[in-house]
């Protein structure tokens, strides 16, 4: 399972570090024989709509509707995606003797987002591929600008 925090906070990532953790895995990967970790679950976009409006776009490509589990428990949006393999008798069956570049994950995933108390899931859609997930971040009241008037004596 991968363990992600959403936050609405401006994220601050040393690329640099990222991608030579990224590299040293596929080192490794390549040395062992072993999956590479960083490449286990699926890519995913966290976008803002509007002021209080944002959704997360997770990059799915053939998992359909029944391989896709949604669910939110306390403060943690879990999705969960489980490929089912079925054969065609229509297709041959091809033989892989070795794979030499692979950058798109096919396998059962499983990602876990903390979410801040005030953030609501209010929907989720698959199309093409993309599986995107709306949310609200509500404001109380006492925290929303409220101008005052200012009356002339």
Do not use: C, W
């Amino acid at each position: 399972m991968s363990y992600h925090s959403f936050s609405l906070e401006p994220k601050y990532e040393n690329t640099m570090l990222s991608q030579r953790f990224k590299e040293i895995d596929k080192l490794f990967s390549t040395l062992s024989g072993k999956k590479i970790i960083s490449d286990s679950v699926p890519p995913y976009d966290i976008l803002q709509l509007k002021e209080n409006f944002y959704k997360l776009i997770v990059s799915v490509p053939g998992y359909l509707e029944k391989n896709l589990e949604i669910s939110t428990q306390y403060d943690q949006l879990i999705i969960i995606g489980k490929k089912e393999i079925t054969e065609n008798t229509n297709e041959k069956k091809e033989t892989v003797e070795k794979i030499l570049h692979q950058e798109i994950y096919t396998g059962d995933f499983s990602l876990s987002f903390r979410l801040n108390e005030r953030i609501s899931v209010m929907s989720a859609t698959l199309d093409q591929g993309l599986l995107t997930i709306y949310f609200e971040y509500q404001i109380p009241e006492k925290q929303k600008i409220q101008k005052i008037q200012i009356n002339v004596k």
